[in-house]
């Protein structure tokens, strides 16, 4: 009954690495994003996609890569892992991308060592 | 997108009514005023939003002055549940970009 769900919910891995995570929404939304919350709580959008296709890029390194298999989920890949990854990530969709109304995932809690 | 501004931390005793304000002075015609609120340890989840008239729905109420400078979320009775950090957003609605600016919020504390 999960609305939105993201894989894993802890990550611990070690620099250099690469490493996904993943998302699903079971609410027939077009469009999913991916926030980063880093340590100081501060919340910011990283990505934002509508129907499989990147409509928000908000200047996130070329590291960090999302793939939208279907409209139903985006993964988030990291390559080469940096201690400043550590962070929780959220995964949030909303019917379309004129919505401000959002549901956000559980977070997965990435800890780069 | 307008900015907004929070008190850091306020107080509530379980059963009253939590009041948590927001000043949005330089706030747009067509711009909503959005709340939303992060539980410890998970994702946030919206509450409620407004353009000016107030509104209300099972969760709180949006309290809009007349200029629109201002806003209140209403908690009702607040539960020890519902201590969280309330972030008050504001934002054109359908922009097509659905991107969501989060500030530092409020850290609301429901004590019994």
């Known amino acids: 009954d999960t609305a939105v769900s993201q894989t894993p919910k802890y990550l611990v891995t070690q620099m250099g690495n690469d490493k996904s995570i993943k998302c699903e929404q079971n609410l027939g939304h077009d469009t999913m994003y991916w926030y980063k919350q880093d340590s100081k709580k501060f919340l910011k959008i990283m990505f934002s996609y509508n129907n499989k296709e990147l409509i928000i890029n908000e200047t996130v390194p070329n590291r960090f890569s999302p793939k939208s298999p279907d409209k139903a989920h985006l993964n988030l890949h990291i390559n080469s892992l940096e201690l400043g990854d550590s962070a929780v990530y959220f995964c949030?969709?909303?019917?379309?991308?004129?919505?401000?109304?959002?549901?956000f995932g559980p977070g997965t809690r990435l800890t780069v060592l | 997108d307008a900015k907004t501004t929070q008190p850091t931390s306020m107080d509530c005793a379980e059963g009253r009514a939590a009041n948590l304000p927001c000043n949005h002075s330089?706030?747009?015609?067509?711009?909503?005023v959005y709340w939303y609120r992060q539980i410890h340890s998970q994702g946030p989840q919206y509450i409620i939003h407004g353009l000016k008239n107030n509104e209300t729905n099972e969760m709180a109420s949006l309290i809009i002055t007349e200029d629109r400078k201002s806003s209140t979320l209403i908690l009702p009775h607040a539960t020890l549940r519902d201590t969280a950090v309330y972030y008050c957003?504001?934002?054109?609605?359908?922009?097509?970009?659905?991107?969501?600016?989060f500030g530092q919020g409020t850290t609301l504390q429901v004590k019994p």
């Open positions: 949030a969709s909303s019917p379309d991308g004129t919505y401000n109304e959002q549901f």
């Open positions: 957003i504001v934002r054109v609605r359908g922009s097509n970009t659905g991107k969501l600016i």
């Open positions: 330089t706030i747009s015609g067509n711009e909503y």
